[in-house]
């Protein structure tokens, strides 16, 4: 089982759904990226996708974190596409297959590659129409784990999570499953979770009640400047950080959700960004990106963040 451990760097992918509308051309309803999955034009654009950030690791001697498709495919946003459960359990199924096709292409002795069946929020993630308990949330995530449990996964990024009760959630059924997990949290400019709880209490209040399970915690769908003054004021809890993906525009996630056209931010001064965030997060594993960012977002990153 291949799982970042701090031993070497890994990337990750950017904004896989972004990618597709703007630059592949792509519908995805209910920005589901696992419907690629359905035909060949789909399975095409996905391996496109994929290679580019596969490449970058080759070339830099990293890891990779291939988090399959499926931020979208659980039961309530497979229900709203007419997908039935069962459906659904076959679409991570079939996501994690072709991750693990995919990684005997590319893995290397040093470029390994953890298969992450990816995880997302029950409800919208900026938004939520209604804060789960923790255990509504075990419930609602343990059957689309349960597939990629028997799929083989190495272990489950859950991303843009806004509160944490459903982090908690998550982490319980990833336990029952037996599976590794990574939990990441959005944040707003003020870096607050949508549901304004303070990311350095989410992140303290997560471990309290889950005796610190999760192997680390992660920070996406967000720009740096919304969360790098709370990470250099540093403290015990930053060290929990072991992933950042960040979005590239400096926009709020109000401003991202009204806007008509892609903001790309500046490559060069997100990598920069990055760099001077290094050094406050003792506990760092993987660097990728979300929303508006791509392959040359991610080069510029590994240039200015990865040895050698």
């Known amino acids: ?11 990750g992918d ?12 792509i519908e995805l309803p209910e920005f589901a990226s696992f419907v690629l999955l359905d035909d ?13 950030f596969l490449e970058l690791a080759r070339a830099h001697g990293a890891g990779f974190t291939f988090d399959t498709p499926t931020w979208r495919a659980s039961e309530r946003w497979g229900a709203r596409l007419g997908r039935s459960a069962a459906a659904i359990a076959d679409v991570n199924r079939a996501a994690v297959e072709f991750a693990r096709v995919e990684r005997e292409r590319w893995q290397s002795p040093t470029t390994p590659i953890a298969v992450c ?3 997302g929020p029950e409800s919208d993630a900026y938004r939520p129409e209604r804060l789960l308990t923790a255990a509504e949330a075990e419930a609602y995530h343990a059957p689309q784990l349960a597939a990629f449990a028997a799929a083989g996964v190495d272990m489950i990024g859950a991303y843009t999570l806004s509160y944490v009760e459903e982090a908690i959630g998550i982490v319980a059924a990833a336990g029952a499953a037996g599976l ?17 709880e303070p990311l350095r209490e989410a992140v303290e209040r997560l471990d309290a009640e889950t005796d610190s399970a999760a192997a680390y915690l992660m920070i996406n769908c967000a720009h740096p400047s919304h969360f790098a003054g709370e990470l250099e004021r540093g403290g015990d809890w930053v060290r929990r950080i072991g992933g950042i993906r960040a979005n590239a525009s400096r926009k709020s996630h109000a401003e991202l959700d009204r806007a008509t056209e892609l903001d790309r931010g500046d490559p060069a001064e997100l990598s920069a960004e990055y760099a001077s965030l290094d050094p406050h997060l003792p506990g760092l594993r993987v660097l990728g990106g979300c929303c508006g960012t791509d392959r040359h977002h991610l080069a510029d990153i590994c240039e200015r963040c990865l040895p050698g």
């Open 14 to 25: 950017g904004g896989l759904e972004t990618t597709m509308i703007f630059d592949e051309g």
């Open 1 to 11: 089982m291949t799982v970042p451990d701090g031993e070497r760097l890994y990337i």
């Open 180 to 196: 590794p997990v990574s939990i990441s949290f959005t944040v707003e400019t003020d870096c607050r979770l949508p549901s304004g």
């Open 40 to 52: 060949e034009r789909g399975r095409a654009a996905l391996r496109r996708y994929y290679d580019g």
């Open 117 to 119: 069946g990816t995880v």
